[in-house]
C-alpha cells in the first residue's frame, strides 16, 4: 500500500501560480503512477494530470494544458503540481491519487487516495 499526503494549497489571485505537492510513504513509489484531481463545490471529482511511475509520460486535461505541469522526484517519494495561470474556476480542492497504471483518467481507477488540498484562486 501507498500513503498519500498533498500540501501547497491556499488562496492565490487570478493570474497568480501555486505549487502543489504530493508526498508519498508505504511501498516503492516509483512502482505506481499517479494522477492529480479536483473537485470543485458541487460538482463530480475530475482528472487534471498524471504522470507515469518512471516521469516520462505526462499527461493533462484539456482545461489545463500548457498552465499546469506534473512532475515527480521518485528519490524524495513525491510529486508536484505547478499552476500557473491560474483561474477562478479552478478552485477546487486537489487531490493525489495512486495507480498501478499510467494514463488513466477515471476516478474509479485509482486505489490510493491523498486527503485533498484546498486551491481558491480569487479574481
Known amino acids: 500500500q501507498v500513503q498519500l499526503v498533498e500540501s501547497g494549497g491556499g488562496l492565490v489571485q487570478a493570474g497568480g501560480s501555486l505549487r502543489l505537492s504530493c508526498a508519498a510513504s508505504g511501498r516503492t513509489f516509483s512502482t505506481y503512477a499517479v494522477g492529480w484531481f479536483r473537485q470543485a463545490q458541487g460538482k463530480e471529482r475530475e482528472f487534471v494530470a498524471g504522470i507515469s511511475r518512471i516521469g516520462y509520460n505526462k499527461n493533462y486535461a484539456d482545461s489545463v494544458k500548457g498552465r499546469f505541469t506534473i512532475s515527480r522526484d521518485n528519490a524524495k517519494n513525491t510529486v508536484y503540481l505547478q499552476m500557473d495561470k491560474l483561474k477562478p474556476e479552478d478552485t477546487a480542492i486537489y487531490y493525489c491519487?495512486?495507480?498501478?497504471?499510467?494514463?488513466?483518467?477515471?476516478?474509479?481507477?485509482?486505489?490510493?487516495w491523498g486527503q485533498g488540498t484546498q486551491v481558491t484562486v480569487s479574481s
Open positions: 491519487a495512486a495507480d498501478s497504471s499510467y494514463g488513466e483518467t477515471l476516478v474509479a481507477a485509482y486505489n490510493y
